[in-house]
């Protein structure tokens, strides 16, 4: 391996373990919309696999750039299952 090679791969280990901890402290801090951060990451996935499939499918792509919406807490009592009619 050449020193080019080596110092890449360094600076590669650096960057990725700086994101990991990044993402960690992201899912497990109390103040951490965790469910915003999965959906968003999972839409960016998907966005970027539509386009990839695009030119073989031949589909147009409409990226979806909105923001998730945490639709759990915009369900009334009923609707989770509680029992407790929805109050107005």
């Known amino acids: ?4 090679q080596g110092l890449l791969a360094s600076v590669t280990s650096v960057a990725l373990a700086i994101v990991g901890v990044g993402t960690v402290a992201v899912l497990v801090s109390k103040n ?3 469910t915003g951060v999965i959906q968003a990451g999972a839409s960016g996935f998907s966005n970027a696999l539509a386009v990839a499939q695009s030119p073989v499918t031949g589909s ?7 923001y998730p919406t945490d ?11 509680s029992g407790c009619p929805a109050t107005a």
């Open 71 to 81: 639709t759990a807490s915009q369900l009334d009592g009923a609707a989770l299952g």
């Open 1 to 4: 391996m050449t020193q080019t």
């Open 32 to 34: 951490a919309n965790t």
């Open 60 to 66: 147009q792509v409409q990226i979806n750039t909105s």
